[in-house]
């Protein structure tokens, strides 16, 4: 299964933007690039997706680089509704179900 | 509605009990997962089921033994269990047609503690 690499934790300030690394340097071409986050005492939930162009919605956005080799999440206005450990994950495609694996994720704090 | 229900939200057994774990989706995903997750790790696949038939162990023990009765409920039995088997044990549903390419929903999960 292809991995990822990300910061153990990182701190931001609140209504700031901020961006969370994700190297994957094994990824292979079909495999999407997914985003996680899971607040203290719940499920994890999905953030945001991508494969190979840019992607936006309501939560964050997803800059994929051109080789695909690493991405970054990219929280816009951070809240201190965002402090969680975000997931960067590969679905690997050839796997028969394009099994979810998570990694240690980023522990991310939100400071008022 | 998307949302995935488990129950219990808390359990605590003993070494002896046999016990089960309930997920519920109604949002009609053909792909069902149970995850464990001990303290401050990440969660761990444990079994995936695609069109109510098993597709993925991840050589879990015996002493767990999922069940999927119809396409929108999950079951996880549990039986002899060990304390190391406390954990948060988590379900989540996708759509089913193409698993690379969807976002899976996740229930808040069921406290497991074994005494």
């Known amino acids: 299964d292809a991995k990822t690499t990300q910061p153990n934790s990182m701190e931001s300030n609140e209504e700031e933007p901020v961006h969370l690394p994700c190297n994957h340097s094994t990824i292979s071409g079909t495999d999407y690039i997914h985003w996680y986050r899971q607040l203290p005492s719940q499920g994890p939930e999905y953030v945001i997706h991508g494969l190979t162009s840019n992607v936006n919605n309501r939560m964050a956005s997803l800059a994929i680089a051109e080789d695909r080799k690493s991405s970054t999440l990219i929280l816009h206005r951070a809240t201190l509704r965002d402090a969680a450990v975000y997931y960067c994950i590969l679905r690997d495609s050839g796997g028969s179900q394009g099994n979810l694996i998570f990694g240690k994720g980023t522990k991310l704090s939100v400071k008022p | 509605d998307t949302e995935v229900t488990q129950t219990p939200k808390h359990l605590v057994m003993g070494m002896t009990n046999k016990k089960s774990l309930k997920c519920e989706q109604h949002m009609g995903h053909r792909a069902m997962y149970w995850y464990k997750q001990k303290a401050k790790k990440p969660p761990e696949l444990m079994f995936v089921?695609?069109?109510?038939?098993?597709?993925i162990n991840e050589s879990v023990p015996s002493r767990f033994s999922p069940e999927c009765p119809n396409s929108s409920l999950l079951n996880l039995h549990l039986h002899a269990l060990q304390p190391e088997d406390s954990a948060l044990y988590l379900c989540?549903?996708?759509?089913?047609?193409?698993?690379?390419?969807?976002?899976?929903?996740f229930g808040s999960g069921t406290q497991l503690s074994v005494l």
């Open positions: 989540a549903s996708s759509p089913g047609q193409n698993p690379t390419n969807e976002k899976l929903f």
């Open positions: 089921y695609s069109y109510e038939k098993l597709s």
